[in-house]
């Protein structure tokens, strides 16, 4: 007997039972839609970081105060861990350091911090984000209207502000907010720029920002002090030189009191603790997959007795024993198989549905993952009700009621 | 199967029968016990039988005389516990399960008391079941199969499923089964035993019919009349042989159907 032959069969015998066959099934649709949803939104959020890692670019070092031990602690939106701060970079550092790195580097003096946006009744919390006219280079985004501040509003300390997506939409819905007035932290400012929206990360909502020169929010802040200093180098093979004229330049009024590294760091670190995760999601979904295939076995082994006769009559006419297993196993093969199916189709349905929330991605290996999962898992679980079934003796069978 | 082919030497030197033709089927101190509550049954104790090439043999007895036990030893459907069993001379009581498949696939064709239909299962679907496993395929299993319903009078009927046909219809569909590998040799359980009597004396004929055309039959009953269809008959009672006997006044199934007015 062949394989079409088998699975002729295999469908007319779930065909038979079809509520039967359907609730079966829903346990493998289940896992396997399980796997496929969380391995996707795993990858989509893994992939966005190393998105944004490919649009940073590796040619940025970040400096912070203080002296980070340990490898990277603060991550790239704060101002950096609060206990080993001893000094303060300030923009005079900044723009020494430029100075010293001449045209190889272009060097971005930030801070960032908390601030209230309000325009009319509106009122909505945002992060202050401020640089240099080059702070492109740093917050790089495209902009639905307006420009980015320039030179002269830098040294100026002009009250000029560029809103993030968040911020504009709440403060003004629909309109566009260029040449509008906000009051940040009850001052007045003018809004020269809007920002196309990101999408939030796990690095922060890159949204809900506003952004505005450096001094000029020093002036809001009452400060001196910077968060960070941005140094990107121009050639990016370079990087590391200029990572190394950076140290030099910092280690004689700050000695180990400050920090050069990578934002790629770290994501990177990010990134992986995000793999480990998606891993452990997929396992858990796993074990409901695994809980599907002895659904399979269940539901197998109580074909196997309800048809005891069948198998008899089959034997009787010269049904050899493999005849019988292959029978048995190639219907637990399609039940789980057809929940396999049906699940990555489910699976990938509810990632598309999600990716208004989440990033989700779905990825190849995850769906043949799955698929060959769920066609081991009939196989596995076929197995014994199959061996049961094929080793009736023919008249024991036959005389079964 | 070649190995299952007559053994020419064995078949040379086979000793004729009861009825002077050859011995297709042999049982030779076919014993067969059963443990119940720790209790050794004897379903047969020491059962020496042999069928002819040709012969129509009915086993009697009453329910509970081992008659069935022997007719499945004999079918190789079952095992005996001693004794061996031979067919054309070859000794198929130690094969494995999957070599008596073979034979009984090849061999034999069974019609069982209840019928033993597939449900839900078209007559024709039914039919084609041992050509599945003999390895038959396409159109030549869909023709064969077709042949041998319509050899019962079942052409008009492929599609149907067993619970559309009459009890009558539904055993000679079993015949059909039973025929379309070609066996030399059909093994008839009680097969009127679930019949009215008019669709019985319908499938006796086919019977004696396919006796005829050379098949040897063993027809198991309990119905003395039923048994009266057969060239000779063999009475076990307590699972020992107690009579065998040559039908004198043998039953013509076909002349009978005449009588009733009726006709196959």
New interface residues.
């Given amino acids: ?2 394989l079409v ?1 088998s699975l002729r069969i295999a469908l ?1 015998a779930l065909g ?1 039972n079809k509520v039967r066959s359907a609730l079966t099934m829903l346990g493998v649709i289940i896992g396997v839609a399980a796997v496929i949803l969380l391995v996707a939104i795993g990858s989509g959020v893994q992939g966005e970081i190393t998105g944004q890692i490919e649009g940073l670019g590796a040619n940025r070092r970040f400096v912070f105060p203080g002296n980070v031990s340990g490898g990277p602690g603060g991550g790239g939106g704060g101002g950096g861990p609060g206990a080993t701060i001893r000094k303060q970079f300030s923009l005079e550092d900044a723009n020494l350091l430029q100075r010293r790195l001449g045209s190889e580097a272009i060097v971005v003096p930030v801070v960032q911090a908390a601030g209230t946006l309000k325009a009319g009744n509106r009122t909505v919390r945002s992060t202050i984000a401020a640089a240099n006219e080059n702070g492109d280079d740093v917050f790089n985004a495209d902009y639905l209207a307006g420009r980015h501040y320039n030179r002269t509003e830098y040294t100026t300390a002009a009250r000029v502000v560029m809103l993030g997506k968040t911020p504009a939409d709440e403060l003004f819905p629909g309109q566009n907010p260029v040449g509008r007035e906000v009051s940040i932290n009850g001052e007045r400012f003018t809004v020269i720029g809007q920002l196309a929206g990101r999408g939030g990360t796990l690095s922060g909502d890159q949204d809900n920002q506003v952004y505005m020169p450096t001094t000029t929010a020093q002036r809001l802040l009452s400060t001196r002090d910077l968060s960070s200093i941005i140094v990107k180098a121009v050639d990016p093979e370079r990087v590391d030189l200029i990572k190394a004229q950076t140290q030099q330049f910092f280690r004689p009024s700050f000695g180990d009191e400050f920090t050069v590294f990578t934002q790629e760091q770290t994501l990177g670190i990010l990134s992986s603790l995000l793999g480990t995760l998606t891993v452990m999601l997929a396992g858990i979904a796993g074990i409901s997959l695994l809980v599907g295939g002895i659904g399979i076995m269940n539901i197998m082994l109580v074909s196997v007795s309800e048809r005891t ?2 198998i ?12 019988i297993l292959s029978q048995f196993v190639i219907e637990a093969v399609v039940l789980s198989v057809a929940g396999g199916v049906v699940g990555i189709v489910l699976g990938w349905a509810g990632s598309a549905a999600l990716t208004q929330f989440v990033p989700t991605e779905v990825t190849w290996w995850a769906v043949t993952l799955a698929f060959f999962f769920s066609a081991a898992v009939g196989i596995f679980f076929g197995v014994y009700p199959a061996w049961k079934a094929s080793r009736l ?3 024991e069978a ?1 005389r079964y009621e | 199967m070649d190995s299952m082919q007559p053994n020419p030497a064995a078949g040379a030197d086979a000793p004729s029968g009861p009825c002077g033709t050859r011995v297709v089927l042999e049982g030779r101190g076919v014993t067969k016990s059963y443990i119940l509550d720790e209790i050794e049954v004897k379903a047969l104790c020491g059962v020496d039988i042999q069928v002819c090439e040709g012969e129509m043999l009915a086993i009697m007895g009453p329910s509970g005389s081992g008659k069935s036990t022997l007719m499945h030893i004999v079918g190789l459907l079952d095992r005996p516990t001693h004794g061996t069993v031979t067919i054309d001379g070859q000794d198929v009581s130690r094969m494995e399960p999957n070599e008596l498949a073979a034979v009984r696939n090849k061999r034999i064709g069974f019609v069982f008391q209840a019928f033993n239909l597939l449900s839900r299962t078209t007559a024709l679907a039914n039919v084609e079941l041992p050509l599945v496993y003999a390895g038959v395929a396409g159109a030549e299993r869909t023709r064969r199969a077709r042949e041998a319903l319509e050899r019962v009078g079942l052409g008009e009927r492929l599609g149907h499923m067993p619970n559309q046909l009459s009890g009558g219809q539904q055993q000679r569909v079993a015949i059909a089964r039973a025929l379309v590998t070609e066996p030399s040799i059909v093994l008839a359980d009680e097969p009127t035993g679930n019949l009215d009597s008019k669709s019985g004396i319908e499938v006796m004929a086919f019977l004696q019919e396919l006796n005829e055309t050379g098949i040897t039959i063993v027809l198991v009953t309990h119905d003395e009349r039923v048994a009266r269809h057969a060239t000779r008959a063999v009475e076990i009672r307590d699972g020992v042989i107690v009579a065998d006997r040559a039908i004198e006044d043998r039953i013509d199934a076909a002349a009978e159907l005449v009588a009733l007015g009726g006709g196959a």
């Fill in positions: 007997m062949n032959e007319k038979a006769r069948e008899g009559i089959r034997k009787a006419v010269g049904a050899r024993t493999h005849d003796d023919p008249i036959l």
